[in-house]
């Protein structure tokens, strides 16, 4: 998917933050999911929700999609349950805009034609830790991995640190509170 706009993968916490920190917030239809589910993408719809794009400014008059005004509590509704699924977020815009993001459905993660590819987007400030002495290998983490950089192992979980973007659902999901997110150095 090519990029007029500039995408950086988020932690929950950062997603959260910021919609707490704004008092009108707008949702639109998903640029990714959107055409998917109208059958115009070369992959399936995956079928998470579409009104995922969350914007912290009113959309000009020039911009072509149409959004509705939503309260922080309803905001704050639709994060908690994407969260809940275990996806990600991004900042698109220097954080003017919230993308709601899954691994399975996002133009980020397919080329022209499809196929999966490597997400082309801003990596978060932080980078995932794992404690392997509480890690009991129960795989939730590799579940909602939507960079692969978590898989089962002879010796339980590894990750491929450099294909970690930071989005924190690893540490969301783990029950053992063997994964917390660190600076990225």
């Not at 991995?145 to 192992?153: D, L, P, S």
Request: aromatic content about 10%; some cysteine; overall charge positive.
């Amino acid at each position: 998917m090519s990029t007029e706009h500039r995408h950086g993968v988020c932690t929950y916490a950062e997603a959260e933050k910021a919609i707490r920190k704004h008092r009108r917030i707008w949702v639109n239809d998903c640029f990714c999911r959107g055409p998917a589910k109208e059958g115009k993408t070369p992959w399936k719809y995956c079928g998470h929700r579409v009104d995922t794009c969350m914007g912290f400014r009113k959309p000009g008059k020039d911009e072509k999609f149409e959004s509705r005004e939503i309260g922080g509590k309803e905001a704050l509704g639709m994060f908690e349950d994407w969260k809940r699924q275990g996806n990600l977020f991004r900042f698109m815009e220097d954080e003017n805009w919230l993308c709601f993001c899954c691994g399975c459905g996002c133009g980020w993660f397919r080329d022209e034609k499809g196929g999966r590819q490597k997400d082309p987007c801003g990596k978060s400030a932080f980078i995932e830790k794992t404690d392997k002495k509480k890690c009991t290998s129960c795989g939730k983490c590799i579940d909602v991995c939507a960079y692969e950089a978590r898989k089962a192992g002879k010796r339980g979980i590894t990750v491929q640190r450099t294909a970690c973007y930071g989005c924190s659902a690893c540490e969301h999901v783990c029950p053992e509170g063997a994964v917390t997110m660190i600076k990225r150095t």
